[in-house]
T-cell receptor, first 113, second 115 residues
Framework: DQQVKQNSPSLSVQEGRISILNCDYT??????FLWYKKYPAEGPTFLIS?????DKNEDGRFTVFLNKSAKHLSLHIVPSQPGDSAVYFC????????????FGGGTRLMVKP | SQTIHQWPATLVQPVGSPLSLECTVE??????LYWYRQAAGRGLQLLFY??????ISSEVPQNLSASRPQDRQFILSSKKLLLSDSGFYLC??????????????FGEGSWLTVV
């Protein structure tokens, strides 16, 4: 049972346009959400996070939106740059599970120059 | 600042051979430690986590094991590798109890190919 799902395995976007990566979850106990970026043959790096008490968190070109009623979050990258091309993982933490994270399957973003 | 290192970066092992991947964390004490695996084309799967020396929890039944002989050292082992053990293994850490922080930080990863 996948508690965190990223239904789009890949996404292609033109440089300068907006990239929107989506993530859905099923566990109502998730209270903290993170996005990680991963280049090939490297470990994932933390990108941005959001607590369930908020519906938006912004950091430079990256914004994460959380819709708790729909159990949906999204990562917006504006403007997209070729260096953003990577696999993006959505992750969630349940309030009763310490720092255990549940990851989605990842979305490969390709930003074309 | 905190850093995490894991090694070796790549290895090719025959079926039935043993495995040892090592991970160390610097700049923090009593961290939570994790081993993840990313199989080809798939997401990150938690294999083991540890909240303290000698305390290991397994998330997935398999022929792998983990040990934490020291506070900031985490080792992933196998006595006999299977072909299905091939993948990208990631060590990770997060702040321990009472230290705040909700983020998990990953090492560089180790590519294992079982042949």
């Amino acid at each position: 049972d996948q508690q965190v799902k990223q239904n789009s395995p890949s996404l292609s976007v033109q440089e300068g346009r907006i990239s929107i990566l989506n993530c859905d979850y099923t566990n109502s106990m998730f209270d903290y959400f993170l996005w990680y970026k991963k280049y090939p043959a490297e470990g994932p790096t933390f990108l941005i996070s959001i607590s369930s008490i908020k519906d938006k968190n912004e950091d430079g070109r990256f914004t994460v939106f959380l819709n708790k009623s729909a159990k949906h979050l999204s990562l917006h990258i504006v403007p997209s740059q070729p260096g953003d091309s990577a696999v993006y993982f959505c992750a969630a933490r349940a309030y009763n599970a310490g720092n255990m994270l549940t990851f989605g399957g990842g979305t490969r973003l390709m930003v074309k120059p | 600042s905190q850093t995490i290192h894991q090694w070796p970066a790549t290895l090719v092992q025959p079926v039935g051979s043993p495995l040892s991947l090592e991970c160390t964390v610097e700049g923090t004490s009593n961290p939570n430690l994790y081993w993840y695996r990313q199989a080809a084309g798939r997401g990150l799967q938690l294999l083991f986590y540890s909240v303290g020396i000698g305390q290991i929890s397994s998330e997935v039944p398999q022929n792998l094991s983990a040990s934490r002989p020291q506070d900031r050292q985490f080792i992933l082992s196998s006595k006999k590798l299977l072909l299905s053990d091939s993948g990208f293994y990631l060590c990770a850490w997060s702040a321990g109890p009472g230290q705040g922080g909700n983020t998990i930080y990953f090492g560089e990863g180790s590519w294992l190919t079982v042949v």
